[in-house]
């Protein structure tokens, strides 16, 4: 008999309603409803997030019960994003796990957003084998809000030794995608157009920030600079040269991610590392780490691509190291919007 707890993860940290199931790490269920009515505004627009959070709420943490193949009461614990994130996203997703847990008589914990993502590692599926990384190990979080280095010693101890002093990779991608008209989100288009590009056809400035601190203002700087000075000779400059820009793009901020990176593992002799977010999903990224593990000897770990988006299985899992350390939380610790790791 399994005597593993069973968690429920729940997660509306931004524009994706999800919940998951997991029992110990491994993954029973994860569902996720995502909402397009943000395209048309090329952004997340908070009122219409939190108020389709609120239709899906409900359904989508009933199908993941559902395929989990358990009842609320086989629940031990609810594991619910606390934040960072949109404030009236959260609210639904806190209201809704807090309500749940008084109704089914479980415990509550609290997860923050970003660890989630760094411990979505230690999921494994069925018929899967578990290949968690070793403690410690170096995490890359990267997404539209965040750039930074991790030095993960433990589930519930993480060092960030470099960030973004201004904008991050993710959000990189996005302004620059829809100055060239690309729609919204932009990463995964640029990364679309990237791979028929060339990616030395342009060249766009790299930051020189010290340590292991991130900067991608200037490149976008750069990029908008190149894209003014090019249309005033061409017109159809933009439409013309696509897949090159966003392929040169695409390889400008991966060499300033891998540059820090390397640095880091260098020196602190650390050779597991690991990428999380969503940026995590870039394939030219991927590739990076890929090309690293061959030539630095690195032990390298790269999350599914379910697991890169926001979802409910990465709160699970962390929400599932928290309740076996004892850590539950009262219901009254209200949601919050920005913090880092």
Same mark, same amino acid.
């Given at each position: 008999? $399994? +005597?593993?707890?069973?968690?429920? /993860?729940?997660?509306?940290?931004?524009?994706?309603?999800?919940?998951?199931?997991?029992?110990?790490?491994?993954?029973?269920? $994860?569902?996720?409803?995502? *909402?397009?009515?943000?395209?048309?505004?090329?952004?997340?627009?908070?009122?219409?997030?939190?108020?389709?959070?609120? *239709?899906?709420?409900?359904?989508?943490? &009933?199908?993941?019960?559902?395929?989990?193949?358990?009842?609320?009461?086989?629940?031990?614990?609810?594991?619910?994003?606390?934040?960072?994130?949109?404030?009236?996203?959260?609210?639904?997703?806190?209201?809704?796990?807090?309500?749940?847990?008084?109704?089914?008589?479980?415990?509550?914990?609290?997860?923050?957003?970003?660890?989630?993502?760094?411990?979505?590692?230690?999921?494994?599926?069925?018929?899967?084998?578990?290949?968690?990384?070793?403690?410690?190990?170096?995490?890359?979080?990267?997404?539209?809000?965040? &750039?930074?280095?991790?030095?993960?010693?433990?589930?519930?101890?993480?060092?960030?030794?470099?960030?973004?002093?201004?904008?991050? #990779?993710?959000? %990189?991608?996005?302004?620059? %995608?829809?100055?060239?008209?690309?729609?919204?989100?932009?990463?995964?288009?640029?990364?679309?157009?990237?791979?028929?590009?060339? %990616?030395?056809?342009?060249?766009?400035?790299?930051?020189?920030?010290?340590?292991?601190?991130?900067?991608?203002?200037?490149?976008? +700087?750069?990029?908008?600079?190149?894209?003014?000075?090019?249309?005033?000779?061409?017109?159809?400059?933009?439409?013309?040269?696509?897949?090159?820009?966003? %392929?040169?793009? *695409?390889?400008?901020?991966?060499?300033?991610?891998?540059?820090?990176?390397?640095?880091?593992?260098?020196?602190?002799?650390?050779?597991?590392?690991?990428?999380?977010? /969503?940026?995590?999903?870039?394939?030219?990224?991927?590739?990076? !780490?890929?090309?690293?593990?061959?030539?630095?000897?690195?032990?390298? !770990?790269?999350?599914?691509?379910?697991?890169?988006?926001?979802?409910?299985?990465?709160?699970?899992?962390? #929400?599932?190291?928290?309740?076996? #350390?004892?850590?539950?939380?009262?219901? $009254?610790?209200?949601?919050?919007?920005?913090?880092?790791?």
């Amino acid at each position: 008999m $399994n +005597t593993e707890p069973i968690i429920l /993860g729940i997660e509306s940290s931004c524009d994706d309603t999800s919940a998951a199931v997991v029992c110990g790490r491994k993954l029973l269920s $994860n569902v996720i409803a995502s *909402q397009a009515v943000h395209s048309a505004y090329g952004g997340v627009v908070p009122e219409l997030a939190s108020r389709a959070h609120q *239709q899906n709420i409900v359904p989508v943490v &009933s199908e993941a019960i559902k395929r989990a193949g358990i009842t609320k009461s086989d629940i031990d614990a609810i594991g619910f994003t606390r934040g960072p994130g949109l404030l009236g996203s959260l609210l639904v997703g806190n209201g809704f796990a807090k309500g749940l847990s008084m109704s089914i008589g479980a415990p509550l914990v609290e997860v923050n957003h970003l660890h989630a993502h760094v411990l979505a590692h230690f999921l494994y599926e069925e018929g899967e084998e578990d290949h968690a990384p070793e403690f410690p190990y170096l995490c890359l979080l990267v997404s539209g809000g965040n &750039s930074q280095i991790l030095v993960v010693k433990s589930p519930f101890d993480m060092e960030c030794i470099g960030q973004t002093i201004d904008d991050a #990779a993710g959000e %990189a991608f996005d302004k620059c %995608a829809k100055v060239m008209g690309l729609g919204y989100p932009g990463g995964p288009i640029v990364n679309k157009l990237a791979n028929i590009g060339n %990616a030395k056809a342009f060249t766009f400035a790299k930051p020189n920030v010290p340590g292991y601190d991130y900067s991608f203002s200037g490149l976008k +700087t750069s990029f908008l600079y190149t894209l003014r000075d090019e249309l005033e000779k061409d017109a159809n400059f933009i439409e013309d040269n696509k897949a090159d820009l966003c %392929a040169s793009l *695409q390889s400008t901020v991966i060499d300033i991610l891998m540059k820090k990176l390397r640095k880091a593992s260098k020196d602190l002799g650390i050779k597991r590392v690991a990428v999380a977010g /969503g940026v995590s999903a870039n394939t030219g990224l991927r590739a990076a !780490f890929e090309d690293h593990r061959d030539r630095y000897g690195w032990n390298i !770990f790269i999350p599914k691509f379910a697991y890169t988006t926001d979802n409910a299985a990465m709160v699970a899992v962390t #929400a599932q190291f928290k309740y076996l #350390a004892g850590e539950t939380c009262p219901l $009254n610790l209200p949601p919050f919007a920005r913090v880092t790791v």
